[in-house]
Each structure stands twice: as C-alpha cells, then as structure tokens.
C-alpha cells in the first residue's frame, strides 16, 4: 500500500514508521525543514519537506497515495505561544483532510487522544460514551476541535475516516510529558509525590503503533473508533514500578491537591513571563490532566484489531533505560 504519513517523526511516529517498514509498505513522509530524519533515512523512507500549516505543501506530495496517516500535532502542557496547539492540532489536521478529500485516498487514519473524552458520564469509558463537556488542557481541546473537524468531514463529504485514540503512551526514548515524570522521579528530581490515587491508561508505544498499522490494514472498517488502551494504573503504582526497577525511593512527602494545583498557578504565571517551561513541569494543564486522570477499556482494539498488549510494568522500565537509568532485572 502506498502510504502518507504526517508526523512520522515523532515518539509514536517513529515507531509507525519502523512497523510500516517492516510491512513493506510504499511510504512517504512529511517533514519539516527542522525535523531530525535520521531515523526514516535508516530505514529508506522517502521525504517531503512541508507543513501540516500549509495546505499547499501537501496538496503537491499527497496525490497518488493510496492512505493517510495523520500523527502531525503539538502534544505538551505547556508552550510559550498557545496560538501554535490551534495551528497545528486544528488547522493543520483541517488542512490535511481537505488535501485528502481532494486527493482521493482510500483510507485516512487520523490519531487523535484520549483526552479529548475528557471526564465522560460513564467510567471506565468506551467509543460508545459521549465525551465529557470539559477537557483539561489547551492541547486536549484542540485535539478534539481538530478530531470534530475530521470526523464532520467524514460524515458531510464522506471523508473515508478511521478514528485511533490513544492513551497515554510510554516506552523507550519518549521526550515528552510521561517520559520526563519517569525519569525525573527515578533520579529524585521531584520534591514530593502527587496525585498518587489518580487512575490513567498507559499503553506501550510499540502497541499503539501496531493499533494504528492494523487499522490502516483492516478492511472495510471506515467509519471506525479506536480507543488503544492497555492497563490502567494510579501514580502511586507507577510510582512503586519506578522504585523497583531503578532502587531510588520515590519522595515521601505527597502534596494535597489543592497545594499542588496553587503551585501549578505560580510556576505557570512566571512560565508565562519568562518563556520557559514551568519547574518541575507543574504547568496548570498537567496538574489538571494528571489530577482528573482517565480511564477506560481498549477491548475493542484487542478484539478486533489483533493487539495484546505489553505489561505496562515492562514500558516503564524501557522508558527509564532509555533515559540512561540503571534497572533491576
């Protein structure tokens, strides 16, 4: 299958990459003139230089591909100009299934989050449960305005969509929010726990991808949900995991959730003015995030896509030797 994919770059869209390589499938990637391309040369992916904020770069590399996979988006909690989550997570994911609809493809594969469910009615949630009214953070929002767009398309223009929504993701070599918590608390970083009772879902990053490349390869499945999601934990068993595996006690001090989410005002606001991520990286959105946590069933994608899903124990422990912290066997 000739392949198009955005965000073929990143944590999760590496991992795509390598498991649509070892597919064989025809691919092509989107790049920006700054993105590190190391990997996708390793593997023989060809490249194009363009940006899912500019429509017209991929209206010119995009006919002639038989799918779209749409990975491109800006996930963290914190950024110095918030205008960048609406131009990427809503415009640029606008852009790119209009260039899709115009380029005929056969199938789209838009990832989206989890978190754009926000806190549904029903707990644990599934594809069936309407999401909450509120979600927590400025990228959850944009991910389920840039997710609604896809999926008017879909209904309205008959944009041939499938809908994979992570949880969230750990495994070796992750730069961003989860990845960094591991760390920083393996390597007493972290003045105190917090949050210890609060439930998420965590996936491997190798079973995400392979969700994502199975439900590229399922037939006659547009129209479809994913919600991928393998085990779901609270911190504070988290927070064990990492003493295991790495010898280091986690901080005995927990803070109340109400000093936590004052601290998380302050750090932002001087974030805010100095441009730099906040301390410790208690941005409002991710105190917000990790205190609501989420939790619901990935049934479906072990069902009907094929996937068992890796011990989330042995996820942590990947993430932590990717970070160059020595784990207990």
């Known amino acids: 299958m000739k392949v198009y994919v955005t965000g073929g770059t990143g944590f999760i869209g590496t991992e795509v990459m390598r498991q649509l390589a070892e597919r064989e499938h025809d ?21 194009v230089v363009g940006d899912v904020t500019d429509r017209a770069s991929i209206e ?22 918030k205008r960048v989550y609406h131009d990427v997570n809503v415009t640029g994911t606008r852009n790119v299934m209009e260039a899709a609809l115009a380029a005929k493809v056969a199938k789209v594969i838009h990832v989206s989050t989890c978190l754009i469910f926000g806190s549904p009615a029903e707990c644990p949630f599934d594809e069936e449960c309407p999401p909450g009214s509120e979600c927590f953070s400025e990228y959850a929002q944009t991910k389920r305005e840039g997710t609604e767009i896809a999926l008017a398309m879909h209904q309205r223009q008959g944009l041939p969509l499938v809908t994979v ?4 993701v750990v495994g070796p070599d992750d730069p961003k929010a989860t990845g960094r918590y591991l760390a920083a608390m393996a390597t007493g970083k972290l003045p105190a726990q917090v949050f210890t009772n609060s439930r998420l879902t965590f996936t491997h990053v190798r079973d995400v991808a392979a969700a994502i490349v199975a439900a590229l390869e399922k037939p006659d499945n547009i129209g479809e949900d994913y919600l991928v999601g393998g085990e779901t934990v609270t911190f504070g068993q988290i927070n064990r995991w990492v003493e295991e595996l790495s010898g280091r006690r986690p901080p005995p001090f927990e803070m109340a959730p109400a000093l936590v989410m004052l601290n998380a005002r302050l750090l932002t606001a001087i974030a805010d003015l100095i441009k730099r991520p906040p301390l410790w990286d208690m941005s409002v959105d991710q105190m917000r995030t990790m205190r609501k946590g989420y939790e619901f069933s990935g049934e479906k994608v072990a069902r009907e896509l094929g996937i068992t899903y890796t011990p989330l124990r042995e996820a942590v422990a990947e993430s932590l030797a990717s970070w160059g912290v020595k784990t207990a066997a």
């Open 27 to 47: 691919l092509t990637c989107l790049v920006r003139k700054t993105s590190n391309t190391g990997t996708l040369e390793e593997l023989g992916v060809p490249t």
């Open 60 to 81: 010119r590399t995009l006919p002639g591909h038989d799918a779209l996979i749409h990975l491109a988006n800006v996930y963290d909690f914190w950024l110095p100009d």
């Open 165 to 168: 929504y992570p949880s969230g």
